[in-house]
Every structure is written in C-alpha cells, then in structure tokens.
C-alpha cells in the first residue's frame, strides 16, 4: 500500500523535503492555477478577512491546504495550518488556537528585543483562558494553571482582556514582513458539530484582528448539517444557510471539481508501466497503440469515466490501486474499457450494469437510453449481412441482359445465386457464422466466374458486380477486425460481459476463473 500523502507535514523527513521543495509536485496543473489565484487573492483583500473555501468530502481540501502552506512558506508568507479535529478533545476551540499561534510566534520572535513583547501577548492570552474559566499547558512555552482567586481577579480588570490580546496580536503581526499572518483552519468538517460551531464563534470574536488572513476549507453542507443538529433548522434553502454563514465568512471559493485532465494526471503517477508490470509481462495488456489491451485506452477510459462519475480524488485512487491489482492478476488480455466502466460505477446508483455510459457502438452496450433511438450496439451493426442487399439486388438486371446465352455461364448456379442473395439475412449473432457466409458467397463467385467465357458486354457487367460484391466482402472484413481490435469482441462477449461484472463486484471471482 502506498504512503497516504494528503497531509505532507505527516510524511517523513526525507519524503517532506520533497514537498518543501516543490509543494506541487503531485498535483494538476489546475492546483496549482487556482493557488496562484489564492495567494493573489491574501495579497489583495484587506483584513480581517475570512475565506471559506468550499469542497466535498473527498475532493482533496487537506491535500490541497497542506500543500498551499508550504508554497505561501516558500513564497516568504507567514502561515500556520492548523487541524481543527486533531485538537477537538480541549474543551475551548480558543485554547487550541493559542497553542498554535504562541508556538509560531514563540519560534518567529526568539530574539531579546521581543521578549517582553512575548510575555505580554502570554499574560493576554492568560487573561482570555482566565475570563473562560481553563487550564492549559502551551507546548512547554509556558504553563497557566488557573485558580479560582485568578479568575475573580481576571473580572475585576478594567481592562477587557480580549481587547488586550486583540492589540497584542495584532502588534505582532505588524512586525512580520507582509504585516499578514495566515491561518488555515483545516478539517472543521469532520469535528463534532458543537465543536465545528464553537470554533467558528472563536474565529469570529477572538480573531477578528487586523492582518490576520483565515482560510477554512470545509464542506459547507456539513456545516449546514451541524446548524440543523445544534439549532434545528429544518429549512434546507439555499437562503437560509447562506444568511447564516454570512457572519463567519467574507468570501468563499470552490476547489473545483477535476478535469479529465487531471484524472490523468494521476494515472499517469499511480498506473505506470511499473504498477502494470504482471500484466505487460504476461500480455495481458500492451504499453503502445489504441487497442482494446493497451495502457492508453485504459488510462483514457478510466480519466473519462472518472469525470462523467464526479469520483473524488480518495475515490479515484482507491479505483485506480484496486484496477491494477486486477490487472496483474487477470484470466485473458484485458477489455479495458469495459473494465474502467465497470470499476468506476461499481459503487454508483446506476441499476443494473447494461444502463453504464458506454459508447454507443461499445459490444456490450445493449440497451440504449431512454427516449433514443433503437439500438446501435457496434456489434450487431457490424455484422449486419444486409449491408449487401444493394449490391446483390444489382445482379438482377444484369441476369435479363445475358438471356438465355447459357453457352457462356452456368446459369442454374447464376440464378440460384442472385435467388439465393436477394433474401440476405438481416442479422447474425456471432463472428463465426458471419465468416462461414462470406466464405460462401466468396467461393460461389468464383464458381460463376470460373464458368463465365465470353468478353460480350452483359458478361463484362455480371463479372464486374461480382467484383464488387468480392470487395465489399472485403471491406466489411476489415470493418469487422477494426472493431474486434478496439473492443476485443469474439463470440464469447455474452460470457465475458458476466464474468467482469462478477469479478468487479467481488474480486476474489477473478481467482476461480483463472483455475477453469
């Protein structure tokens, strides 16, 4: 199993200088567009400002804001990213938050001429978790062990010790280069609601300070979750959420849903040549070309597939490790695309798996969407005998033109032919039974050629369609390959198109196929 990434500061030392270096090396180049936007956005807009930025579970909000730290790191910002649901255990959202930013301020002001500021803004902070009513040890910064005498005190100050630790802090951030200081606030959605809520209420009346700069990548639907759990609200208007979200965020942006692009961005990482190893060895699938086995028509169909499902980054990893391991471990050259349909919507609410989005010409694509047309299946469409009927039908004028002149041509074999042909069988169910009938019609022109002497021009005509009739043969020969090739279709598709369903809903099938 691979090192789960989303969070590059849990990553080891080694693996972590990577990232410090190149906080985007893993990511769509859309990522990186949209944090260029971002900071523009931190350089731009006056605070206090308060950003929520807004995805769904899964969609890659940790991935994204760890990284985005260290790249505001590396472009001179000064950020602390802070886990709201590793520190939900404390009882005050508030005492968190000092932790985190007593630890950075501690570490940015080392020097003597700060010290007294230093002590200054931990009285502050002290006062604020006295007037809460507290105890709290900050990181062996320093220990505050509140008494009830100290609390009475706390009161009896003029002073509001909020606004105290408001001034000092913002006092602080005016020493640091950009006189901004960002906080992003990462996994408030998966906090218990009354803790999701009263941090929310800490941002809004503790830090609402001058150059401070807070981004809060949440899911807003969980937030609006929490609401009707606290509150009640049984309303799920768009109005209502918004009115009152209102007061804890000036803004908000999407992490926007990936491209298919991006989906193959991450194949391209995850499902290489080296992930695929088993499977390039054996044949069961090919690295070069388009055919229905090869490495590019399985990335494309997975990134396409992804896109159209609206997978979440977690997801499409998950599919994409699972997909290779079968891959590996596979019975015959793999249908690729089959097999991405199938992975990608094994999960969805989609019915039964003929409805999946398959291309209209796919093998096994059988019945088509609501209010279309009739079934175009590829398949069917390719081995259609009444693509002759045309041509066959041409023959009859040219049998009146040769008369009776039967010196020249068999023809009992010429009549029974044009008979036999003008009443084409519309359909055909299998590739074999397509070939053994072309075979026939191949070799019964023969025949009549074989027995056609004369040069007249009726005999010239007759010979001359059957020339014809042999070249569409041919043609739809080449048709036929074509579309085995991209869609390694045989006669065994209705038997295949079973068992990848059965082995995508519980792999372990795949083992017993092998053993047959």
Known sequence: MGIDKANIFRLNEETFKEYEKDPFLDCFESTKQFAQALKLDIETKETPHTLLLSADYGMGKTFFSTRFTQFLRNENFDVIYFSVWENDYMKEPFVAFSKAIVNYVYNKFKT?????????????????????????????????????????????????????????????????????????????????????????ECIKHFFDIEGLFVILPTNINA????????????????????????????????????????????????????????????????????????????HS???????????????????????????????????TEWLACLMVYRNKTKGDYFNYPLPVEHCFRHNPPLNTSPDKNGKIEALKLSLYLDIFYKLRPTYKQIGSRSEYINLPIYHVFIRKYSEVPKEVNSYNSVEVFLNKVIGEIETIENNTTCEAPPYKLMLSRLSEIKEAIARQRDVIKTYQDKYGSDDNDSIREKQYVGIVQNPECLYSIKSE
């Open 112 to 200: 003597k001429e700060f010290q007294n500021s230093i002590s200054n803004l931990f009285s502050k902070i002290q006062g604020v978790v006295s007037a809460i009513s507290i105890n709290i040890g900050i990181n062996n910064v320093c220990s505050i062990d509140i008494s009830a005498k100290e609390l009475i005190d706390t009161f009896k100050e003029p002073a509001d010790p909020v606004l105290e630790f408001r001034k000092q802090l913002a006092d602080f951030i005016s020493k640091l280069k950009n006189k901004k200081l960002i906080l992003i606030v990462d996994e408030l959605d998966r906090c218990r609601p009354d803790y999701a809520m009263k941090t929310l």
């Open 223 to 298: 937030l609006n979750n929490c609401t009707k759990s606290l509150y009640g609200f049984e309303s799920c208007g768009k109005e209502s959420k918004e009115g009152y979200f209102k007061k804890f965020f000036n803004d908000e942006r999407t992490i926007k849903r990936p491209t298919v692009e991006d989906y193959s961005h991450i194949l391209k990482q995850l499902l290489n040549n080296d992930a695929l190893k088993e499977a390039l060895d054996k044949k069961l699938l090919v690295e070069n070309g388009e055919n229905f086995n090869s490495l590019k028509t399985l």
């Open 301 to 335: 169909s997975l990134a396409k597939y992804s896109h159209s499902a609206g997978l979440t980054i977690r997801e499409f990893k998950d599919i994409v490790m699972e997909t290779a391991r079968l891959c590996n471990n596979f019975y015959e050259s793999v249908r």
